[in-house]
């Protein structure tokens, strides 16, 4: 059974930071895209940021050069560093991963989806 468990969120204030955290457990970890998503009240969940199994990463325009995603594949873990938060960073924060037939972009290419966790930036 394939679980992805996120943590790190919380409330922070405009210009501060946070770490998220996703453990995966139950899949070949080094087969996958892993990466992040977002999704805020009233919008559609959004990609932010993936990894590839070399550590290839690419970003979402919104958040380039203030997130920096990272993976350790021995913990199959991934993380993402948050910086110079703004208060439209705002949304539940979902961590995500994808077999590596093609690079993690959209929402349909997720085989399995962490619960979230809710990442407040106030102003």
């Known amino acids: 059974q394939v679980q992805l468990v996120e943590s790190g969120g919380g409330l922070v204030q405009a210009g501060g930071s946070l770490r998220l955290s996703c453990a995966a457990s139950?899949?070949?970890?080094?087969?996958?895209?892993m990466g992040w998503f977002r999704q805020a009240p009233g919008k559609e969940r959004e990609f932010v940021a993936r990894?590839?199994?070399?550590?290839?990463?690419y970003y979402a325009d919104s958040v380039k050069g203030r997130f920096t995603i990272s993976r350790d594949n021995a913990k199959k873990m991934v993380y993402l560093q948050m910086n110079s938060l703004k208060p439209e960073d705002t949304a539940v924060y979902y961590c995500?991963?994808?077999?590596?037939?093609?690079?993690?972009?959209?929402?349909?290419?997720?085989?399995?989806w962490g619960q979230g966790t809710q990442v407040t930036v106030s102003s």
């Open positions: 139950g899949l070949t970890f080094s087969n996958y895209f």
């Open positions: 990894i590839g199994w070399s550590d290839a990463t």
């Open positions: 995500a991963a994808a077999y590596r037939t093609t690079p993690l972009l959209r929402s349909s290419q997720v085989n399995y």
